[in-house]
């Protein structure tokens, strides 16, 4: 019996040793399809982070250019709307040239829609330029000629305005259409 027992005991002993390199085996195998399964998850979330900032990034993209043809469209809406009352005199004053009989008043009236329609245009911003007298500019005046300069500190200097220039918030927007003495 020892001699049956014995072969036995060794398979015991054998499929014991066995056991726990395979259990072992198996854990590595585990661990390893749970790390894979961690890193494929891990994966998953940051594509879907990914897909979800791009979406917003897009968006933004839409929105802001949409915006911008908004602003661009109706940027001088508030410039319309202020000179419009100066339009609505206007209107006026041509109506009366039919009824009035002397031209003073029609000059005056005339007169009173510029000024008004100047300072509106000074509120938003657009100021004239003071060319005559002064020192030609390349950066301020358009030399349209020069002529012969009736006196010596005259040379170098705007004789006439054939255009005015003007400036909108501190930028040229219009070059004046100068003659210059020589």
């Known amino acids: 019996m020892t001699t049956e027992n014995e072969p036995i005991q060794n398979e015991e002993i054998v499929a ?3 056991t726990p390199t395979q259990e072992a085996t198996e854990i590595a195998q ?6 894979t399964e961690k890193l494929e998850a891990e994966v998953a979330e940051l594509k879907d982070k990914y897909l979800r900032l791009y979406a917003d990034f ?5 929105r802001t250019a949409k915006e911008k043809l908004d602003l661009i469209s109706n940027a ?8 419009l009352p100066v339009v609505d005199d206007f209107e006026r004053a041509m109506a009366s040239f039919e009824t009035v009989s002397e031209i003073a008043p029609l000059k005056e009236g005339v007169g009173l829609i510029y000024n008004k329609f100047s300072k509106t245009l000074e509120a938003k911003g657009l100021k004239p330029m003071t060319a ?23 040379k ?21 259409k100068v003659v210059v003495g020589s």
């Open 156 to 176: 170098g200097k705007v004789i006439d305005e054939i255009e005015k220039g003007y400036f909108l918030n501190e930028k040229v927007i219009r070059y004046a």
């Open 58 to 62: 897009e968006n933004f993209r839409r």
């Open 76 to 83: 001088n809406e508030e410039l319309m709307k202020a000179v």
């Open 16 to 18: 014991e040793e066995t």
């Open 30 to 35: 585990e661990t390893e399809v749970t790390k």
């Open 132 to 154: 005559k007298g002064e020192v030609f500019d390349a950066d301020l005046h358009e030399s349209i000629t020069q002529f012969p300069a009736p006196s010596a500190d005259l």
